[in-house]
């Protein structure tokens, strides 16, 4: 099975942290990140009960960007639809990361409890999902949509014993470099300008995101989005 | 669907009752029933965003005997296997408890968070189940415990109806011919020639066809493209 970590992007309530790191040792997942502007707070410790060792080991991040660096791919959690972004149910998402192959690294973003997630933490993601309730108020507990998740893999994976392995995608920061590159091009191409900005940015990342992009995916995109402007500045 | 009651014995963190109460909230259950001495303590409420009508209409019960009395059947939820008694595992539990005809009454009982449930408890049980776990310690957190029961259940229940609304991609040719629009745009640019024509057009249709293309992303994919030689062509 493929490498998972848990993100948590700036959670207010260290009970929850706690929470989140039992409910991981009673699922089988060990790695915690947290992109956090400080140390963990202690009081932590409380709610972690058989779980101080998952909180010892885990990484402390001065934002998303870092923190998923090193992901070959994210899937992150969001309670509403979001606009731009094509959102899975927790099913598929699940269906989805047991696809990827055994060596892949696979970051699970949750964002902060009141808030949820922000656009720009949207931007580091491949694939959004919504946990189904029932209801629109309340959203679940920051703890119970980790537990939820992970128990679905958990138990999902038991299940099926993993499938054929999807090729893997590159490192989170070179699929963003990608993005880059792209967006880069298609403000040159002024497809891209102030009044459709966050729109179309939003969309982009949507629809590359998606791809999950490999080496060979980059290659391809990256000579596609090359050619035009190229022709165009060389024929001035 | 059958009616379903969750029943907390000697629940000893008020904490842990709100969030109960949330839980149930978020995936659809309404009922709860607590064995205590003592009315509900209001610390309840704290963690209950959104579900205090749980807590409002809650019942209080001395015994676990008075608690079951009107149930149809009762499903003990319980962390160690335990001597003499068959357990079920979760999904096994709830494929029964789904098979029950809809006017069934079904109490899911939970023990308390320290000592789990008595023998006594478990003679007013018809099945006893275990949530799956990776380790022996910790076991799972009261609250943490229903929510996966009730998660289990509703996403069960909901499996047979509805499907998830992911976003239905464009009926196969229509995904078909905006690939070749792109295409086409290609050998416009000079990008696809005769010599790499084979090669190129099979990874664009990779590429493009692991995107399963929504009506939105043809609508953007076919602006991006049409973009820069729109321009090219204009400027004669």
Known sequence: MSSFFVILSRPSSPENIGLVARGMKNTGFNELRLILGTPIDPNSYITAVHAEEIL?????????STAVADMDVVFAATARHR?????LSL???VRKMLK???ESRIGI???NERTGLTSEELYHSNFLFAIPQETSQPSYNLASAVLITLFSI????????MQAAQKKPLPRWEQEECIRLILQKLEEKKFINPGNNAHVTGMVHDLFGRMAITAKDRDLLLAIFSKGPDRN???Q
Chains 1, 2 share one sequence.
């Open 109 to 111: 973003l949750f964002g």
């Open 154 to 161: 958990y138990s999902t994976a038991g299940a099926n014993k």
């Open 56 to 64: 010892d080991n885990s990484g402390v991040y001065p934002d998303i």
């Open 100 to 102: 990827f192959s055994p």
């Open 91 to 93: 099913k598929q998402a």
């Open 233 to 235: 500045g060389s024929s």
């Open 83 to 87: 606009k731009n972004y094509t959102s």
